[in-house]
């Protein structure tokens, strides 16, 4: 069954340092890799995906994430923060033959401070 | 209106109650979907409805009854709820026949049972 660690549960950072979001996923199949954020009294927003292609993902707000298919991980990274990317984020993963499906991990709390 | 709206976004209700949340997109979508997010907890996909038919039912409680008239919305209708049921219910769309596989999110609603 597929599955999803975020192994923080928060990561404080101060604004301009880089950081990663770490995110491992568990499955028998091939999938689809999602990163969403979640701003305060707010519902989830698409960050990034990776469908194929290319493993390193980016996004037009600077974050990337790299699919690593040996380690079963998709890691965000963001190389200097900003005080408006205190946020939830959440990794999901689908199945190719059941894409309409995300399951969840349960979120990482960055907290950046100035 | 644009994106997935979501009402009420606070609700309170008491045990005995019965209330409905209520979702519609605005985004030309065939899927519809219910989560639960609770604290500390990964999302809990809860329905899905795929061309208005219900596609999915994650063993969730008779207590919650989803309801989807079109594919544009889509009821959860509640009664007689638990205080542990206490939690944000997040709306989500998508286009099951695209390549996108990215789910839209509403803002959610924040049910308190008493």
């Known amino acids: 069954a597929q599955s999803v660690t975020q192994l923080d549960s928060q990561v404080p950072v101060f604004e301009e340092a880089p950081v990663e979001l770490r995110c491992n996923y568990s499955s028998s199949v091939s999938v689809y890799l999602f990163w969403y954020v979640q701003y305060p009294n707010q519902g989830l927003q698409l960050l990034l995906k990776y469908l194929s292609g290319s493993t390193l993902v980016e996004s037009i707000n600077g974050f990337e994430a790299e699919f690593n298919k040996s380690q079963t991980s998709f890691h965000l990274r963001k190389p200097s923060v900003h005080i408006s990317d205190t946020a939830e984020y959440f990794c999901a993963v689908s199945e190719m033959d059941s894409s309409y499906k995300l399951i969840f991990g349960s979120g990482t709390r960055l907290l950046v401070r100035p | ?114």
Request: proline share 6%; with cysteine; hydrophobic share 30%.
């Open chain 2, 1 to 114: 209106e644009t994106g997935v709206t979501q009402t009420p976004r606070h609700l309170v209700m008491g045990m005995t109650n019965k209330k409905s949340l209520k979702c519609e997109q605005h985004l030309g979508h065939n899927a519809m979907y219910w989560y639960k997010q609770s604290a500390k907890k990964p999302l809990e996909l809860m329905f899905v409805y795929n061309f208005k038919e219900q596609t999915e039912n994650n063993s969730v409680p008779s207590r919650f009854s989803p309801e989807c008239p079109n594919s544009s919305h889509l009821f959860l209708h509640l009664h007689t709820l638990q205080p542990e049921d206490s939690a944000l219910y997040l709306c989500a769309s998508s286009q099951v026949s695209s390549a996108l596989y990215e789910q839209y999110f509403g803002p959610g609603t924040r049910l308190t049972v008493t």
